[in-house]
């Protein structure tokens, strides 16, 4: 799972992507308003962490323009102002969680877990299916039904087919896969996206499915029967 953290205070940012590295989840961090907006409206987050005192563009601001969007990821509130009138405004906007500077940081982990294990989020399902695939997300071991063969797939593998079975039947570009895959601020050129998804494909013939990831010219990939 991916989890942005906008927050100016960078020593504060660090510590809190650092604690959630350790809790493997994917982090990418923004330390200004606009920075955070953008990469926020880029959907690949299921979590925000969002200080309400930012440069550029409040928390606030951008938690409104998240919700006209209708974003899926939750909202996670982080500011050093306690008033009541704050917390309720940001909840009449949308917020899921408000935590109080200063904070332990384990509290904070916790209220980022309830929030991702929340009903209703498909990524929190011990399995994803599609079509003859099965997707164990506990142990990253992918079975094909119609003939209970099964394979154990590698992490960076594992997000992808993760990202597909999420997003099936989607066209998904190139981009969005890098952003959601690798991260934000990841140099495109650097990671080679199709020997990934050669050694997917094959993972997946090997086990007898019908399913494939097809290329769509000039717009990016496709999981599909």
Request: hydrophobic share 40%; with cysteine.
């Amino acid at each position: 799972m991916r989890i942005l953290v906008v927050e100016d205070e960078e020593t504060l940012a660090d510590v809190i992507a650092t604690k959630l590295r350790t809790l493997k989840y994917e982090v990418d961090t923004s330390f200004n308003g606009e920075d955070g907006l953008y990469n926020a409206l880029s959907n690949i987050y299921d979590l925000i962490i969002l200080d309400i005192m930012l440069p550029k563009m409040n928390g606030f601001e951008i938690l409104k323009k998240i919700k006209e969007q209708d974003l899926s990821a939750k909202v996670i509130l982080l500011t050093a102002k306690s008033e009541l009138e704050d917390k309720l405004k940001g909840f009449d906007i949308g917020a899921d969680d408000y935590v109080t500077k200063p904070f332990h940081i384990e509290e904070l982990m916790a209220r980022v877990n309830v929030q991702l294990r929340s009903t209703g989020s498909p990524k929190q399902k011990d399995t994803l299916e599609y079509s003859d695939l099965s997707l164990n997300l506990r142990t990253s071991l992918l079975t094909c039904k119609n003939t209970n063969e099964s394979i154990s797939i590698p992490y960076r593998e594992f997000l992808l087919l993760e990202y597909f079975m999420n997003n099936k039947k989607q066209i998904i570009s190139k981009e969005q896969i890098y952003d959601k895959v690798w991260g934000i601020d990841t140099d495109y050129e650097s990671n080679n996206l199709e020997a990934y998804l050669s050694f997917l494909r094959k993972k997946i013939r090997i086990i007898g499915s019908k399913v494939t990831i097809k290329a769509v010219r000039n717009l990016g990939y496709k999981m599909e029967e």
